[in-house]
């Protein structure tokens, strides 16, 4: 007869234990289809958990679902996770700017994003883009200022909540305002543009002969001799005079703009509001001006679901304003990845493609949904599932009817927990 040591004996017994609670655990996770399977609850050797190389044990904290991906995930997508949070700062007296475009965050090809920060005072200068832009404050109070191409400027404040939209070559600024400047999110129609590189007017001005200068503007060659040689981008200035007075030294015959370049998104109606939380959106049928970007701007509760769905019309690109989310997304093949976002952080998800968003936080979460579109547009599964005909669905699903009744069939965007 074998001598069985008690080492042993709790050796076996042990891992025993551990394959009847993965195998457990596997029986009752249904939602597990892929060969060979994955995921952490099919680890019967204990040491396939284990990471013990190099790493950075605090940056691997803000991203469990990659550390431990659900088992549901499989393959694998284009990375879909950036952030901010890790993008190098331009420093400038009087603001800075940080950006994520296409070249640091290669699926973002409709939509590129700046972080920018002005100081009171802070001037952002004279400048135009070759794409549209659109932003959300998210601090402080601003003054923008746009001219369209008929002529007619445009002067206006803004504060948190508030958008403003200027269509690609219309020539603006900003200035951060009294007590403590801004903080702003800005949106380019175009993944590849760059804040980094836009057209100045110190440059255009410094680039050209100083006789064709004084032709143009009519006035002696030597009114030049001081303007800067190097563009100024971010500067500080001077606080500016009360927003009536500009608004005065600008108006012309012509009147204003027949759209406003600025929207109170934060202060709209909710679109839906729900006991998981609400979403408003701002697209060019309330936000006239807005052609080429579309916004929703959702607030989720404690343990809340932005539901499973997808957008028909535009990849979709969001920011992160507070809270932690955890997003699933799925494209044929089949691919399912799940990420974490935190405040700072960026997502992206192709167009058509599924995907939920968790609050796995313990306070309110927020983000914006940003789309190169006219319009905003989603398509929920729960809808779509329980406008079709009953017996289809509980022969596709094996779920008796009685059950895929009860599914939403309102289109609800934020269930509670």
């Known amino acids: 007869m074998t001598k069985v040591s008690r080492r042993n004996m709790l050796t076996a017994t042990a891992a025993g234990a551990m394959v009847t609670a993965v195998t457990t655990a596997r029986a009752s996770s249904f939602g597990n289809p892929d060969e060979p399977p994955q995921g952490a609850i099919n680890a019967k050797n204990r040491q396939s958990l284990t990471d013990p ?23 694998d997508l284009p990375q879909f996770w950036a952030s901010f949070n890790n993008a190098p700062r331009r420093i400038q007296n ?32 004279l400048h135009w883009h070759l794409a549209a832009e659109w932003a959300y404050m998210t601090y402080g109070k601003c003054r923008v200022t746009v001219l369209d191409d ?31 400047g801004c903080e702003f999110i800005i949106c380019f129609d175009d993944g590849k543009a760059s804040e980094f590189n836009t057209t100045l007017v110190t ?152 995907h939920y968003v968790k609050n796995v936080g313990d306070t309110d979460m927020q983000y914006l949904e940003v789309f190169r579109s006219s319009y905003y547009a989603d398509v929920s599964l729960s809808d779509w599932l329980t406008h079709s005909p009953p017996e289809m669905v509980a022969q596709t699903l094996n779920i008796d009817e009685a059950t895929i009744a009860k599914f939403p069939k309102d289109r609800p965007l934020v269930m509670s927990e």
């Open 53 to 75: 190389g190099p790493q950075d044990r605090v940056l691997a904290t803000q991203f469990p679902s990659a550390q431990s991906p659900p088992p549901t995930d499989v393959g």
């Open 94 to 125: 009087g603001g800075w700017a940080r950006q994520v475009t296409q070249a640091d965050f290669a699926i973002s090809e409709t939509i590129s994003g700046v972080n920018m920060r002005l100081a009171a005072g802070g001037i952002r200068e």
């Open 150 to 180: 008929k002529g007619r400027a445009y002067v206006s404040d803004v504060k948190e909540g508030d958008l403003w939209y200027f269509p690609a070559g219309f020539p603006h600024s900003l200035q951060g305002l009294a007590p403590d």
């Open 203 to 354: 440059d255009w001005l410094a680039h050209t002969p100083p006789e064709i200068l004084a032709e143009n503007f009519g006035v002696p060659v030597g009114a030049f001799s001081k303007i800067p040689l190097h563009n100024l981008w971010i500067f500080q200035g001077k606080l500016p005079a009360a927003l009536a007075t500009d608004q005065k030294a600008v108006e012309e015959p012509g009147g204003l703009p027949p759209s406003p370049f600025t929207f109170s998104l934060g202060s709209s109606e909710p679109v839906r509001q729900m006991k998981g939380g609400e979403v408003m959106v701002a697209d060019s049928s309330i936000f006239t001006v807005s052609k080429t970007i579309a916004v929703g701007l959702v607030t989720q509760r404690p343990g809340a679901l932005r539901e499973m769905h997808w957008h028909p019309n535009a990849d979709e690109w969001a920011y992160w304003i507070k809270g932690k989310g955890r997003v699933t997304a799925f494209e044929t093949g089949p691919k399912a990845v799940t990420l974490d976002f935190n405040p700072g952080d960026i997502g992206y998800v192709k167009r058509n493609n599924g």
